[in-house]
C-alpha cells in the first residue's frame, strides 16, 4: 500500500503542535462491473450475472439496516446502524426529535483483519 507523510493536528489534543502522519494513497476506484468482471473471471458465472447479484445486495441492504438488523457478511464483516442524538437529563424527556441522524458502522470480521496482517508499505513522495 502507498502512503504520503502528511502534517496534521492531533483530533485529541488540538491545542498541540502538528505532527506528520502516514496517510493512505487512493490507487483508485473500483466499480461494481470492474468487481463483477474480475470474480467472473474466477467462477462460471458470467460478469451479468454477478453484476445482477451485487446490485440487488446493494437495494436490499439498507432494507434490513433500517429495520435494526446487523447484517453479517461471512468473512468479510458486519455492517450496522448507529445513532446520534442529543442527550437528555432525564430518558422520559427524550423523543425522536433528538435523533440527529444515523450511521453505518463496519466491523470486519477477524478473517479480513488478518488477511491484511502481511501488507506492505510504500511511500510516496512529492
Do not use: H
Not at 9 to 36: F, W
Not at 78 to 104: C, H, P, W, Y
Amino acid at each position: 500500500m502507498k502512503y504520503r507523510v502528511i502534517e496534521r493536528v492531533n483530533p485529541a489534543k488540538k491545542e498541540d503542535k502538528r505532527k506528520q502522519y502516514a496517510s493512505p494513497v487512493n490507487a483508485g476506484n473500483l466499480t461494481i462491473k470492474d468487481l463483477a468482471k474480475e470474480i467472473a473471471g474466477r467462477s462460471s458465472l458470467t460478469r451479468g450475472d454477478i453484476e445482477n447479484v451485487l446490485a440487488n445486495f446493494l437495494d436490499e441492504l439498507p432494507n434490513y439496516l433500517k429495520i435494526g438488523m446487523s447484517v453479517k457478511l461471512g468473512e468479510f464483516g458486519t455492517m450496522r446502524l448507529n445513532l446520534k442524538s442529543e442527550g437528555v437529563e432525564q430518558g422520559k424527556k427524550f423523543d425522536a426529535s433528538k435523533i440527529k441522524g444515523v450511521k453505518i458502522i463496519f466491523t470486519p470480521s477477524s478473517e479480513l483483519k488478518k488477511s491484511l496482517d502481511d501488507i506492505t508499505f510504500e511511500e510516496v513522495r512529492k
